[in-house]
Nanobody, 123 residues
């Protein structure tokens, strides 16, 4: 059993900052990549930023220069530092991980999602 638990969402004024965290726990062997997605009301879920096990990152054009993704491999945790927040950043933010488990000896990769955390940017 693997769980992803997000934290750090909330209400913030435009121009403010928030830091999201996502901790993976359970029978994890290796985590290959962790990402943050978001879904605003009436819109499709979209990739915000991702990071591989060797810390290669990518991010959506809409957040470049404002959001930074990082990870702590020892803690199986990924972070999303969000600065200069805009009302259009309002969404539920989901953590995603691609990983292998200790119970699958074939070493197959699985995708897991967190439950989501609400970020609201409003004055």
């Amino acid at each position: 059993q693997v769980r992803l638990v997000e934290s750090g969402g909330g209400l913030v004024q435009p121009g403010g900052s928030l830091r999201l965290s996502c901790a993976a726990s359970g029978s994890i062997k290796s985590i290959y990549a962790m990402s943050w997605y978001r879904q605003a009301p009436g819109k499709q879920r979209e990739l915000v930023a991702g990071i591989t096990s060797d810390s290669n990152t990518n991010s959506a054009d809409s957040v470049k220069g404002r959001f930074t993704i990082s990870r702590d491999n020892a803690k199986n945790t990924v972070y999303l530092q969000m600065n200069s927040l805009k009302p259009e950043d309002t969404a539920v933010y989901y953590c995603n991980a691609i990983l292998s488990t200790r119970t699958d000896y074939a070493g197959r990769r699985y995708e897991y999602w967190g439950q989501g955390t609400q970020v609201t940017v409003s004055s």
